[in-house]
């Protein structure tokens, strides 16, 4: 402890004109006597407040239950402050942390920064700016749960997004747990055309492919996950019936990976059954010549004109789900597709009606020309190699 620390709080405790319902405040502090000054002063203005005095000490408080807010100083023994931090954001990205020093240090401020503090305070610190302080961390900590209760509500990540330490270890943690699920392409009179391996997590905070996949992105990570995709789904293709083919989820930067394409790649065992899929939505540049089968996925969900289309030549197209939704129903969407999958054919493209739920979608994009059939009336995702329904 700096050896301002005894006298870094006033004795005199700040009371609030208005209640504070916010109750768990965890006070980190080895100074005995301030510990208990900052005790008083934040049970005076309504918060419940537990002490630790080291940084193992704090972690065992942390492991019998949640807090609020953490308030806690920087050099403190055994754990540091700043190495509580960081232990805390590899498995809670909502709690807001204060940081306080009597020996502020710009490198310090700004780890405490990029993990995710909250603020970082310098002693001596009025009492009333502790309790400020804590007051609004506490009601930014409830505006947190309440964004991810909304988040759920509405079927999106809950991922808190903004602290990138907690971001990365809820990465990490799901990388480790990434496994592949298969649904299988049909042609219209009921053959195995091939398998789309698709992404799943065990990690609670990245349980979704989209919000793994945004993870990946912001840390850039693409390449670390794009790297697994295809080494399970290639381990577990080695199993698939012969004269299949294997459609893998690519972001476009998966096609400027190089080990894509090195001979030894996973893929690159089984170039001439791989399709890779890649979203029409996506910004395409600089594509050359890959080696492997091109399938546009969700052509129609959204205009992204010729350069993405071109640049690739696919050789197979994936119709959106949303156009086949109810098509028996919908003489625009009929006319729709049915225009797509002519132009399609003189093009050479062959075309994948996805999403098929019932047998009268089924009919109808028969009727309409398309070549390949995937949805849950065939068969939902599953372990290699589900079975059809028939």
Same mark, same amino acid.
């Given at each position: 402890?700096?050896?301002?620390?005894?006298?870094?709080?006033?004795?005199?405790? !700040?009371?609030?004109?208005?209640?504070?319902?916010?109750?768990?405040?965890?006070?980190?502090?080895?100074?005995?006597?301030? =510990?208990? @000054?900052?005790?008083?002063?934040?049970?005076?203005?309504? %918060?419940?407040?537990?002490?630790?005095?080291?940084?193992?000490?704090?972690?065992?408080?942390?492991?019998?239950?949640? %807090?609020?807010?953490?308030?806690? *100083?920087?050099?403190?023994?055994?754990?540091?402050?700043?190495?509580?931090? +960081?232990?805390?954001?590899?498995?809670?990205?909502?709690?807001?942390?204060?940081?306080?020093?009597?020996?502020?240090?710009?490198?310090?401020?700004?780890?405490?920064?990029?993990?995710?503090?909250?603020?970082?305070? !310098?002693?001596?610190?009025?009492?009333?700016?502790?309790? *400020?302080?804590? $007051? +609004?961390?506490?009601?930014? /900590?409830?505006?947190?749960?309440?964004?991810?209760? =909304?988040? +759920?509500?509405?079927?999106?990540?809950?991922? #808190?997004?903004?602290?990138?330490?907690?971001?990365? =270890?809820?990465?990490?943690?799901?990388?480790?747990?990434? /496994?592949?699920?298969?649904?299988?392409?049909?042609?219209?009179?009921?053959?195995?055309?091939?398998?789309?391996?698709?992404? &799943?997590?065990?990690?609670?905070?990245?349980?979704?492919?989209?919000?793994?996949?945004? #993870?990946?992105? $912001?840390?850039? $990570?693409?390449?670390?996950?794009? &790297?697994? !995709?295809?080494?399970?789904?290639?381990?577990? %293709? #080695?199993?698939?019936?012969?004269?299949?083919?294997?459609?893998?989820?690519?972001?476009?930067?998966?096609?400027?990976?190089?080990?894509?394409?090195?001979?030894?790649?996973?893929?690159?065992?089984? #170039?001439?059954? !791989?399709?890779?899929?890649?979203?029409? +939505?996506?910004?395409?540049?600089?594509?050359?010549?890959?080696?492997?089968?091109?399938?546009?996925?969700?052509?129609?969900?959204?205009?992204?004109?010729?350069?993405?289309?071109?640049?690739?030549?696919?050789?197979?197209?994936?119709? *959106?789900? @949303?156009?086949?939704?109810?098509?028996?129903?919908?003489?625009?969407?009929? $006319?729709?597709?049915?225009?797509?999958?002519?132009?399609?054919?003189?093009?050479?493209?062959?075309?994948? =009606?996805?999403?098929?739920?019932?047998?009268?979608? &089924? *009919?109808?994009?028969?009727?309409?020309?398309?070549?390949?059939?995937?949805?849950?009336?065939?068969? &939902?995702?599953?372990?290699?190699?589900?079975?059809?329904?028939?």
């Amino acid at each position: 402890m700096n050896v301002d620390a005894k006298t870094s709080f006033d004795t005199k405790p !700040v009371t609030s004109s208005a209640a504070v319902d916010a109750k768990g405040i965890l006070v980190v502090e080895d100074d005995a006597a301030l =510990a208990r @000054s900052m005790q008083r002063i934040l049970s005076s203005a309504g %918060f419940e407040v537990t002490l630790a005095h080291d940084g193992d000490e704090a972690l065992q408080k942390l492991s019998a239950g949640a %807090f609020e807010v953490i308030l806690t *100083d920087i050099e403190l023994p055994k754990t540091s402050g700043v190495d509580l931090l +960081r232990i805390i954001r590899a498995y809670d990205l909502d709690v807001p942390v204060i940081l306080m020093t009597g020996s502020p240090r710009l490198e310090t401020a700004t780890e405490a920064v990029q993990l995710g503090a909250l603020q970082y305070l !310098v002693k001596p610190v009025e009492n009333v700016t502790i309790v *400020d302080a804590v $007051r +609004r961390a506490s009601r930014l /900590h409830k505006m947190a749960r309440i964004k991810r209760e =909304a988040l +759920r509500a509405l079927g999106g990540s809950s991922l #808190a997004a903004g602290d990138l330490v907690g971001l990365e =270890a809820c990465f990490f943690r799901a990388l480790e747990t990434v /496994h592949m699920v298969y649904q299988p392409l049909v042609t219209p009179n009921g053959g195995i055309f091939g398998y789309e391996a698709l992404l &799943r997590s065990t990690e609670p905070s990245l349980s979704s492919p989209a919000a793994l996949l945004a #993870a990946a992105e $912001r840390l850039n $990570r693409l390449h670390d996950l794009g &790297r697994r !995709v295809r080494t399970l789904s290639a381990g577990a %293709f #080695a199993r698939a019936p012969a004269g299949t083919s294997l459609f893998v989820n690519l972001h476009t930067n998966d096609l400027l990976d190089s080990e894509l394409f090195e001979a030894g790649s996973p893929l690159s065992k089984i #170039a001439d059954r !791989v399709v890779l899929e890649v979203t029409e +939505r996506a910004t395409i540049e600089n594509v050359v010549d890959i080696g492997y089968r091109i399938a546009v996925d969700d052509l129609g969900a959204g205009y992204a004109g010729l350069t993405s289309f071109a640049a690739l030549e696919p050789e197979i197209v994936k119709l *959106d789900m @949303s156009l086949v939704r109810d098509i028996h129903n919908s003489t625009v969407r009929q $006319r729709i597709v049915g225009s797509m999958v002519t132009l399609c054919k003189e093009l050479e493209i062959q075309v994948v =009606a996805e999403g098929v739920e019932t047998q009268d979608e &089924r *009919d109808t994009v028969c009727k309409l020309g398309c070549d390949i059939l995937q949805g849950y009336y065939f068969a &939902r995702p599953g372990p290699p190699f589900p079975e059809l329904k028939r």
